[in-house]
């Protein structure tokens, strides 16, 4: 399976201020998605990162908020912009290898704002 | 779309014990079920898949059973040994593009 690096790992930041975190895998992955986790709940979907082109949203995430970049087949970054003590949890970066396989996750990025 | 409901949300069981974690989706399209176990500080982690054509899968103390029928699967866990401690999630597949989680449960295997 992918080993999938996410920095940082944890970060605090102000009101107001963005963040960019960063998603690096060890081999090409057909996808990438950013993920939402908040405290003790279940995994929430923000976008799929298209390689060379806009990110698909869903529903309830746009692109102001949450820019993504995917330059090439191996890397991803998601921005949480503006934020506010709302957007504090739990950010996952996930692949996929292939058509039909599991979804391999990163240790994520545990956000604070403050 | 596909909706995937996880029970029960909490399961506190001795150690040496089962447990047994179940799963329902909707879409009877979904084909394939995979299983992650999410430790405290971790992202989820992989521990067991099925696909539609398979009725059960087994690994060590881990097997996982699927009712396409009655559109549910589960994860049976034997002999829990308290590092099983952990929140578990099941997922559900129709593309194999687009995942459905459920809501997780968490397992305290007590020594």
């Known amino acids: 399976s992918a080993v999938i690096s996410q920095k940082p790992s944890r970060d605090i930041c102000q009101r107001g201020t963005s963040l960019t975190i960063q998603c690096q895998v060890d081999s090409q992955v057909t996808m990438m998605f950013w993920y939402r986790q908040q405290p003790g709940q279940s995994l929430t979907l923000i976008a799929t990162?298209?390689?060379?082109?806009?990110?698909?949203?869903e529903s309830g995430f746009v692109i102001d908020k949450f820019p993504i970049s995917r330059p090439n087949l191996t890397f991803s970054t998601l921005t949480v912009s503006n934020m506010s003590p709302e957007d504090s949890s739990i950010y996952l970066c996930?692949?996929?290898?292939?058509?039909?396989?599991?979804?391999?996750f990163g240790d994520g990025t545990r956000l604070s704002i403050l | 779309g596909e909706n995937v409901e996880q029970h029960p949300s909490t399961l506190s069981v001795q150690e040496g014990d089962s447990a047994v974690i179940k799963c329902t989706y909707s879409d009877s399209a979904s084909n394939y079920f995979p299983w992650y176990k999410q430790e405290l500080g971790k992202g989820p982690q992989l521990i067991i898949d099925i696909r539609s054509n398979v009725g059960e899968k087994k690994d060590q103390r881990i097997a996982v059973t699927l009712n396409k029928t009655a559109k549910h699967f589960s994860l049976h866990i034997t002999e829990t040994q308290p590092e099983d401690s952990a929140v578990y999630f099941c997922a559900a597949s129709l593309s194999g593009n687009q995942f459905y989680f459920g809501t997780g449960t968490s397992l305290t295997v007590i020594p």
């Open positions: 990162a298209n390689q060379g082109s806009e990110a698909t949203y």
């Open positions: 996930s692949v996929l290898t292939g058509g039909n396989q599991p979804q391999h």
